[in-house]
């Protein structure tokens, strides 16, 4: 395995939008706030930035193709703009993208821009566009909720859960993750909601009612990133640096073999398995902080804990029940309030993720901020169960 880049890049900066129904902001506007918050972080002027990569993924609603769009927004000192799109992931390639430009020195402070405007689409929930020429025939009528409710029936029959069990450890996700979200004042979503209201709520494709869909959203967040010795020689201290950034994609294995039970996201075990080697992590139920994972669906957040090897095998469901991962549990998921609170932005998701992360290691995160954190994973999954591109990266304190 190579080398990879633990220790190698450290955020300079940060900065994120309200997310919510921003319909006073066009999607220069979201970049816009973000990058001015993520540069008064770092510190710096324009002419230090040596390139940049933008995420963003609907490009019929106005934030358009290539990398003029944001070159444009920002006033960027005609450097290199390139843009990335992963479905989900996207934000996660972003800032992958700029990370290992740094690692490998070839820039020596490069950004990471995602944004989004999905109120503007006129969708209810997450549009679907095409992804090949002959893949959505394979499914025609498939939609983002009846994808994810067959993860949740083939993970209740490889486990022979009780269904009213499972129904209750996905409520226990969203009530943990709107008790997170109503302390944050950037989250879409800051109201806290009780169990039955969860288990009473519309169902949307069974079992997962109203509760365990997160929404469409708004938004944008920006990184900036340099080597430890730039950061340190501009005055930083108490570094936040990279340990892992690993992305898996499906290759048809899942679809086109009888393997696959559907109960899990195989890209997302591989995803995990590498960044843990790439960083060191031996234990992760012991050596990981806190996680911010792809809670598209509450079902998802529950197979994820499994996934990334923190719950075993059958065992989530515990350990959601037990509290394990609330804000005052062994491992707080969802810190900031996840997608459940915050929305979908599709391009800007795996930056807001990172967002939170690098607040809670540096003690910035106010209300909800964690006694001494030492290190974060960001899961970013993109597609659907059976056919996706997982990022899993996971950040840290210097030297930890």
């Known amino acids: 395995m190579a080398a990879g880049i633990k220790d190698?890049?450290?955020?300079?900066?940060?900065?994120?939008?309200?997310f919510g129904e921003r319909w006073d902001a066009s999607p220069e506007d979201l970049m816009v706030e973000a990058f001015n918050e993520a540069m008064q972080d770092a510190g710096i002027g324009l002419d230090r930035l040596d390139a940049a990569w933008f995420s963003?993924?609907?490009?019929?609603?106005?934030?358009?193709?290539?990398?003029?769009?944001?070159?444009?927004?920002?006033?960027?000192p005609n450097i290199g703009v390139t843009r990335v799109e992963n479905f989900c992931a996207g934000g996660s390639e972003a800032f992958r993208a700029a990370s290992y430009a740094v690692a490998s020195g070839a820039c020596d402070i490069a950004l990471a821009v995602g944004v989004e405007k999905l109120k503007d689409t006129g969708y209810g929930g997450l549009p679907l566009p095409s992804i090949g020429t002959l893949i959505p025939q394979w499914y025609?009528?498939?939609?983002?909720?009846?994808?994810?409710?067959?993860?949740?029936?083939?993970?209740?029959?490889?486990?022979?859960?009780?269904p009213a069990l499972l129904k209750r450890a996905i409520a226990h996700v969203s009530v943990k993750s709107h008790a997170n979200g109503a302390k944050n004042p950037k989250a879409h979503l800051q109201k806290i909601i009780t169990e039955e209201q969860v288990l009473k709520a519309p169902i949307i494709a069974e079992p997962l009612g109203l509760f365990d869909c997160c929404g469409v959203s708004d938004g944008a967040a920006a990184l900036i990133v340099t080597t430890p010795e730039i950061a340190r020689s501009l005055g930083k201290k108490d570094l936040v640096t990279f340990k892992a950034l690993q992305v898996s994609v499906s290759n048809g294995w899942e679809m086109q073999s009888n393997e696959w039970n559907g109960s899990y996201v195989h890209t997302t075990r591989i995803a995990a398995q590498?960044?843990?080697?790439?960083?060191?992590?031996?234990?992760?139920?012991?050596?990981?902080?806190?996680l911010e994972v792809h809670d598209c669906f509450s079902i998802t957040e529950l197979v994820t804990m499994e996934d990334l090897f923190i719950s075993e095998q059958g065992g989530a469901i515990k350990d959601v029940m037990d509290g394990f991962y609330d804000a005052d549990g062994k491992i707080p998921c969802q810190i900031d309030g996840g997608l459940k609170c915050f929305g979908h932005p599709i391009g800007a998701s795996g930056l807001r993720m990172l967002y939170e992360m690098y607040l809670q290691l540096q003690?910035?995160?106010?209300?909800?901020?964690?006694?001494?954190?030492?290190?974060?994973?960001?899961?970013?999954?993109?597609?659907?169960?059976?056919?996706n591109a997982c990022s899993v990266a996971i950040v840290g304190k210097e030297g930890i």
């Open 8 to 18: 190698k890049v450290a955020i300079l900066g940060m900065g994120c939008t309200k």
């Open 56 to 76: 963003t993924h609907m490009d019929d609603v106005g934030t358009g193709r290539g990398g003029t769009p944001m070159s444009i927004a920002l006033r960027l």
């Open 140 to 162: 025609p009528t498939v939609s983002a909720p009846a994808n994810f409710a067959q993860l949740a029936s083939a993970y209740q029959a490889h486990h022979k859960v009780d």
């Open 274 to 290: 590498r960044a843990y080697k790439e960083a060191g992590i031996t234990k992760p139920r012991d050596q990981i902080s806190m």
């Open 363 to 387: 003690g910035r995160a106010g209300a909800r901020q964690l006694d001494d954190p030492k290190t974060g994973l960001i899961h970013n999954l993109g597609g659907q169960p059976s056919q």
